[in-house]
């Protein structure tokens, strides 16, 4: 049987191998006689389970001991709003970085709670490729601010790899299509959130990693449920979890710890990503907009030269075992999501039918 790829953007693809333990052990999870779906997430079984995760998790992304990390509900649409609320008691007047679709979703959301200043960074070549201005021309306001960005814009496929420093400003990062694809150094940051779809697992969890002393600013007023400071003191147990989210995000991150942790990770996705946009560069039929400092690892955008070929190339890679392939109906085009779990026999695949459309079609 043809195997097939999932290029989806998130739901995005998860390991085979950690979908067949789910599969395994979902009637009767860890001896508990209970399915993962029924178990409580106060059972001492669980409990220690996500203790073991975190472990996990601080250890791949060397996570500070003075950083607290929260699994929250409402993905990262949730923390747009939950960024503000917790921080604007102290940080008055916010600066959102605009980058793309994503990030400026973030400082509208932002709008409602306070007076953000919003910075455009983005930038065409002489070619009509997009760039992203680097970091030291960002010019954020001084006061009482924070700055929020996001280093990889999902929909057009743009990736912000500097790691900005400013002034000692308090950095949020939208991480969502960035977490653990490769390393990043925590301690640049005040606090980095992620939905989960996309790197970590199932969608119904979320994850903050926050500086604790962000913990004092939140605002008394925000929901209990997007309070950081009250999901830290219950162990992001205010209210019943995800159970089930929770499980297989600690089975991605022990997966990870396991095949080498993010040195192995990275290498990987970069050689994904280069095998990709040297095919793209390679020829006229296909068409990428980004500039190469900004081309996204994890989402790989491309038009075809004939528009009018998209829908005809997405139906007929799905005949090819190629699925997700249909660009956001904001940029249109063809985008391939590939993230860690899209193994680089997935990539080739891709090339070989990319290869195979512009002969019949080109
Ligand atoms: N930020 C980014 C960068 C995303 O890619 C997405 C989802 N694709 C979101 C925010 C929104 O995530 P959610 O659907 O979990 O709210």
């Not at 601080?58 to 950083?67: G, K």
């Not at 995800?242 to 990275?266: C, H, P, Q, T």
Request: charged letters at 20%; a positive charge; proline letters at 4%.
């Amino acid at each position: 049987m043809l195997d097939i790829y999932n290029f989806n953007p998130g739901p995005a693809i998860l390991p085979k191998e950690i979908l067949l333990e789910i599969k395994k052990n979902f009637l009767n999870w860890n001896d508990s006689k209970s399915s993962i779906v029924e178990i409580s997430h106060r059972s001492s079984k669980f409990i220690k389970f996500t203790l073991k995760a975190e472990k996990d998790l601080r250890n791949i992304l060397n996570i500070p001991e003075n950083y607290r990390i929260l699994f929250c509900h409402g993905g990262a649409r949730g923390q747009f709003s939950a960024i503000p609320l917790n921080l604007t008691k102290k940080f008055i007047q916010p600066n959102y970085i605009n980058s793309g679709y994503w990030s400026l979703c973030a400082f509208q959301e932002a709008k409602k709670y306070c007076n953000p200043n919003l910075i455009n960074v983005r930038r065409l070549t002489k070619d009509n490729q997009v760039y992203i201005k680097s970091v030291q021309h960002w010019k954020v306001s001084s006061k009482n601010t924070y700055v929020h960005y996001c280093p990889n814009e999902t929909i057009e496929g743009i990736e912000i790899f500097e790691e900005p420093v400013l002034n000692n400003k308090i950095i949020v990062g939208d991480f969502s299509s960035t977490i653990l694809s490769r390393k990043i150094n925590i301690k640049k940051y005040g606090i980095i959130y992620a939905c989960a779809q996309k790197n970590i697992g199932p969608a119904g969890i979320t994850l903050v990693i926050i500086r604790e002393d962000l913990l004092q600013f939140s605002n008394h007023q925000s929901p209990s449920i997007l309070d950081y400071n009250l999901l830290a003191q219950s162990n992001s147990m205010l209210n019943t979890p995800s159970v089930f989210s929770w499980y297989v995000a600690g089975l991605v991150f022990r997966w990870i710890k396991n095949l080498g942790g993010l040195d192995f990770i990275e290498k990987s996705n970069t050689k994904k990503a280069q095998i990709l946009y040297k095919y793209l560069n390679s020829t006229n039929f296909y068409k990428n907009y980004i500039s190469p400092v900004n081309q996204s690892r994890m989402n790989v955008t491309f038009h075809l030269q004939k528009k009018e070929l998209t829908n005809l190339f997405v139906n007929i890679a799905e005949k090819h075992g190629l699925y997700g392939l249909k660009g956001h109906s904001l940029v249109g085009g063809i985008r391939a999501s590939i993230y860690n779990a899209m193994p680089i026999k997935g990539i080739k695949r891709l090339i070989d039918f990319m290869k195979y459309f512009e002969k019949k079609f080109g």
